[in-house]
C-alpha cells in the first residue's frame, strides 16, 4: 500500500497474501543472524536478568529507554525497521509499563509497521491499550500482560481510510478473566495477573515470582511463533528420562538440563534433589542413577507441553529391592511392590512426629516426607533465602549437619494452644497404626497411597 500519511484502519480480519514473515518464503539453508529483541520501558537501564533470559534463548537483545516519550520515543520505535536487518529479517518488542502503552497505540496503526518488518510485540502491564474489538495489522504476534484490579484506557479512534480520527478513552477497571489462568476475552491474546505492576521485573520490589514465570512462559512461546524458533522440548524430556531411568548414563542425564538458569530438580514431598551443575551430577551419581531396582517401570498417563515447560502424570511401579534416597530416603529395601502416581500436586500437612527431627534419626517408623514445607517451597522458589526447593534432608548422608527444623511443620498457633486439625488428628491416628505394624510393612503401605511429586527445570 501506498504510504499516505494519517491512515488509521481497525482490522477485524485480515488475509493480505503471502509476504516474507510467511513459513518456507526462504530456505532454511539461507543465512539468518540472530533474531533481534528489542526491550524498552521507561527508566535508562533495566533488570539485567530479563535481558540475560532473553539472550540465553538465543536472541540479539538490545535495551531501548523510553524516556520522556513524545516524537523523539516515536522516531526511535519507526527507526528500528531500518537498522541493522538483512533481508526479510524481522524484528520483535517487549515494553513494560508506559512504554508498552505507548508502543501499543503506536504499531495499532497500520502505516508504523512498514513492509511487516515487527513480528511480535509483547505489553507488560501498560496503562493504556488499543480498541479490544479490532486486531493489529501487519500479521504481528501481540500479547498483553494486565494487573487485575488496575485501571487500564481503552484508546479508540475513528477507523476511516485516510483519517486518523480524535481518539476517545475509555477507563476500565481489569478483572480477573476467565478460569484460573486469567485469560481476557478482547481482539488480541490477552492475560490478567493477580499482581501488581512490575511483577515481571525482578529487581523491584513488585517481583512476583509465580506470575513472572507465568508470563514468562506465554511470551517465549509468542515469540518463538513468531520468529519460528519452536523447540521440542519433548524429545529432551524423553532422553532425559531414558538416560536416568532406563540407560543410566549420568553425563547424558545432566546433558538434559539447561546451562543458562540454574539447573535444578526437586522430588517434592520428599524435598530431594539438586540446584546447580555441581549438585546435580553428585545427587544423579550417587542417589539416583544407581538406586533404583531393575523392576522399575515407568506408564504415561498424560502429557501437557508448554513453550518452555513439560508436565506429566506418569504410573511408577517398582519392587522395592534396595534403598532408593530420592524418593524413599532413609527406608531400608522391603521387597514390597511399590505403585505410585507421579504428578503436578502439593503434599498436605502431616504430623511433625512422623519426621524426624535430624537425619541421624531416620528410621522406618516415620514417613519420609517434609509435609507443609513441601508444598510451600513450590511457591516461594529454590532462590528464596528463608525456603529453598530440595534440601535432601531427608537423606543421611547427604550433610552429616543436617539442620535441626526439619519435620518442624506444626503451626505455632497449634503449639501454643495444644489445638489440633482435623488433619493433625487423622495423621496422629494414622501413626499410632503405623507403629503396631512391622517396620517393614509400615512405611511401605502408607507410602502407596501418598502422590508423588515431581517438578523439573
Not at 548414563?249 to 530431594?272: C, D, G, I
Request: hydrophobic share 30%; charged share 25%; aromatic share 8%.
Amino acid at each position: 500500500m501506498p504510504n499516505r500519511g494519517n491512515r488509521n484502519v481497525g482490522i477485524i480480519s485480515s488475509n493480505l497474501g503471502p509476504n516474507h514473515n510467511d513459513p518456507g518464503f526462504l530456505s532454511k539453508d539461507f543465512p539468518h543472524s540472530p533474531p533481534k529483541l528489542y526491550i524498552t520501558a521507561e527508566d535508562n537501564d533495566f533488570d539485567l536478568l530479563t535481558v540475560n533470559e532473553w539472550r540465553s534463548e538465543g536472541f540479539n537483545v538490545e535495551y531501548i529507554p523510553m524516556g520522556n516519550g513524545g516524537n523523539e520515543y516515536r522516531m526511535k520505535l519507526e527507526s528500528l525497521s531500518r537498522s541493522n536487518l538483512g533481508p526479510c529479517e524481522t524484528y520483535g518488542i517487549i515494553a513494560y509499563g508506559d512504554a508498552a502503552s505507548f508502543c501499543l497505540e503506536h504499531f495499532h496503526v497500520l502505516d508504523n509497521n512498514p513492509e511487516f518488518k515487527l513480528c511480535c510485540l509483547i505489553a507488560y502491564y501498560p496503562t493504556r491499550i488499543p480498541d479490544t474489538r479490532t486486531k493489529f495489522p501487519g500479521g504481528i504476534h501481540v500479547l498483553v500482560h494486565l494487573s487485575t484490579g488496575e485501571e487500564v484506557g481503552i484508546v479508540k479512534q475513528t477507523q476511516i481510510v485516510g483519517i486518523q480520527g480524535k481518539k476517545r478513552t475509555d477507563k476500565r477497571k481489569i478483572d480477573r478473566g476467565m478460569g484460573s489462568g486469567g485469560t481476557m476475552q478482547v481482539s488480541y491474546p490477552s492475560y490478567t495477573y493477580n499482581a501488581v505492576p512490575g511483577f515481571a521485573e525482578h529487581d523491584l520490589d513488585e517481583f512476583d515470582r509465580v506470575s513472572a514465570e507465568l508470563s514468562w512462559t506465554r511470551s517465549l512461546a509468542t515469540v518463538q511463533r513468531a520468529f519460528r524458533r519452536d523447540v521440542d522440548l519433548e524429545k529432551v524430556l524423553e532422553q532425559n528420562i531414558e538416560s536416568k531411568f532406563y540407560n543410566r548414563h549420568l553425563q547424558q542425564t545432566l546433558s538434559t538440563y539447561t546451562a543458562h538458569k540454574s539447573p535444578h530438580v526437586t522430588y517434592v514431598p520428599t524435598l530431594t534433589g539438586a540446584i546447580g551443575s555441581e549438585e546435580l551430577q553428585r545427587f544423579y551419581s550417587e542417589f539416583f542413577i544407581d538406586r533404583n531396582p531393575e523392576s522399575m517401570k515407568l506408564t504415561l498417563l498424560s502429557r501437557t507441553i508448554g513453550s518452555d515447560r513439560v508436565v506429566d502424570e506418569l504410573h511408577v511401579s517398582f519392587k522395592h529391592t534396595q534403598e532408593m534416597p530420592w524418593i524413599l530416603p532413609g527406608v531400608p529395601p522391603t521387597n514390597k511392590k511399590v505403585e505410585i502416581l507421579l504428578c503436578a500436586s502439593s503434599s498436605g500437612l502431616l504430623d511433625p512426629k512422623v519426621v524426624p527431627k535430624k537425619a541421624s534419626d531416620a528410621g522406618v517408623k516415620r514417613l519420609p516426607v517434609m509435609g507443609r514445607r513441601a508444598a510451600k517451597s513450590v511457591l516461594v522458589g529454590y532462590d528464596e533465602s528463608d525456603e529453598g526447593e530440595a534440601t535432601n534432608e531427608l537423606i543421611p548422608e547427604w550433610d552429616d549437619d543436617a539442620n535441626d527444623d526439619v519435620g518442624n511443620t506444626a503451626d505455632e498457633g497449634d503449639k501454643s494452644n495444644g489445638a489440633k486439625t482435623k488433619e493433625t488428628e487423622k495423621d496422629e491416628e494414622t501413626t499410632e497404626r503405623l507403629e503396631e505394624k512391622k517396620p517393614e510393612q509400615s512405611t511401605l503401605s502408607q507410602e502407596q497411597h501418598e502422590d508423588s511429586k515431581t517438578q523439573g527445570d
